[in-house]
């Protein structure tokens, strides 16, 4: 059985910095791209970020330059390493595992989420 965890959220200052962490067992994903979206309150899910299997990695506009992205395919592990917070990136981050893609729907394996608070 597949299991995606996320973890590393938490309350931080505007400007600040936060890592979070996603976990995959049940199978090897080293084939697969590993990719993070969000979900802030009220609005619908949105793509961060992703990775391929080979490392390229590809963020949404918003991001770029605060945000990076890595993966160590030896313990099926996604990292998110959030800098220069804002209040605008105050949402549920989620891992996915799937096809490399921007769209969720590409992504057939899900964490729970982990909430992430940029206070102003």
């Known amino acids: 059985q597949v299991h995606v965890v996320e973890s590393g959220g938490g309350l931080v200052q505007a400007g600040g910095s936060l890592r979070l962490a996603c976990a995959a067992s049940g199978r090897t994903f080293r084939s697969s791209s590993m990719a993070w979206f969000r979900q802030a309150p009220g609005k619908e899910r949105e793509f961060v970020g992703v990775v391929t299997s080979g490392g390229a990695t590809y963020y949404t506009d918003s991001v770029k330059g605060r945000f990076t992205i890595s993966r160590d395919n030896a313990k099926n592990m996604l990292y998110l390493q959030m800098n220069g917070l804002k209040p605008e990136d105050t949402a549920v981050y989620y891992c996915?595992?799937?096809?490399?893609?921007?769209?969720?729907?590409?992504?057939?394996?899900w964490g729970q989420g982990t909430q992430v608070t940029v206070s102003s």
């Open positions: 996915a595992v799937g096809a490399y893609s921007t769209n969720q729907r590409s992504y057939g394996y």
